[in-house]
């Protein structure tokens, strides 16, 4: 009978753990992105990244990747916005060309560009 209270005290802790952790889960799934979503945003960072020659934490706090104190991110948002300006209003038609951070950049974060000089 001694150990009847250790057992039944183990199964209520795995229980209770097991039943945490899918609360845990359930919580994540609800506040965040549907999986897809998220998969297919980071493909786009990734695809990003390779087009300007850099990793991760060059725009984000790899701890925190809400976070949007880092000025590359404050940056690189504006430069986004561009790209997708330029390939909804600036080129547009059958036979527009696609514009990405690759154009400028050339796999280097800072583009060597000059304006000509008169």
Known sequence: MTR???IFGVFLGLFFMLYMLSLEAQSE???GQ???ADMAMR???VDISKQLGVSCNYCHNVNNYKDTSMPTYAISKQ???IVHMLNTEGFVGK???KVDCYMC???RAK???KMPKD
């Open 79 to 81: 430069h986004m916005r």
């Open 34 to 36: 549907p999986i897809e």
């Open 95 to 97: 036979n527009a060309m």
């Open 29 to 31: 799934q609800k506040k």
């Open 4 to 6: 009847f209270p250790a």
């Open 105 to 107: 950049h050339q796999g």
């Open 43 to 45: 493909e786009y960072m």
């Open 111 to 113: 583009f060597k560009y």
